[in-house]
Every structure is written in C-alpha cells, then in structure tokens.
C-alpha cells in the first residue's frame, strides 16, 4: 500500500525557517529518488528538490541556497529545511517521488507572511 505523509507546515514570517518531513511506504521509498514538490494557490505544482538514495540532491533555481532536502533511508523518511522564507513560497508541500506517482499525499501548508 503506497502511503505519503507530509507534516511540518505552518504559517511563519518572512525570513523564518520550516523543516518539512514526509514519511514514505517503504516499497516506494528505499530505492527511489524522492522530491518535494509544492503547489501555490492558482498555480501548477512544481518540482522543488529531490534526493537519490544515495544522497545527491537537486534544487529547483527558486529555493537554491535556501532549501536542503535530505532523507532517512532506515525511517523511510524525507525532509525539506526551507530557510529565508519569502512570501512566494506559500503553497501546499507534497513528497513524492521523481519523476511523480499518480498517488498524491494530503501535503502540508506552508504560509508565509510578509
């Protein structure tokens, strides 16, 4: 059963910092890439950042420098540290993974005032 739980949004001010967790079924998790991806209010969902197994990472351009994505492969958990939060940022936080399942969590809102 494929199972996606992201947690760890909240509403911050600009300039402060969220750290976002999803925990993953371990039949997708153990050897796939995982991704965050996020989705603003009228907007398409867009990819974020992503690690493979074995810890190499990519950014989206928006969040380079300002994000860290990382994993616990024995937790089957994926994380996203988002400092200098700006208000562009709000959007609802999804964890998949890369390239994206048709199976879609809840996801997490994050919102950011100004």
């Known amino acids: 059963q494929v199972q996606l739980v992201e947690s760890g949004g909240g509403l911050v001010q600009a300039g402060g910092s969220l750290r976002l967790s999803c925990a993953a079924s371990g039949n997708i998790f153990s050897l796939n890439v995982m991704a965050w991806y996020r989705q603003a209010p009228g907007k398409q969902r867009e990819f974020v950042a992503a690690i493979t197994s074995g810890g190499m990472t990519m950014y989206a351009d928006s969040v380079k420098g300002r994000c860290t994505i990382s994993r616990d492969n024995a937790k089957n958990t994926v994380y996203l540290q988002i400092n200098s939060l700006k208000p562009e940022d709000t959007a609802v936080y999804y964890c998949?993974?890369?390239?994206?399942?048709?199976?879609w969590g809840k996801g997490t809102l994050v919102t950011v005032s100004s």
């Open positions: 998949n993974t890369r390239p994206a399942m048709n199976y």
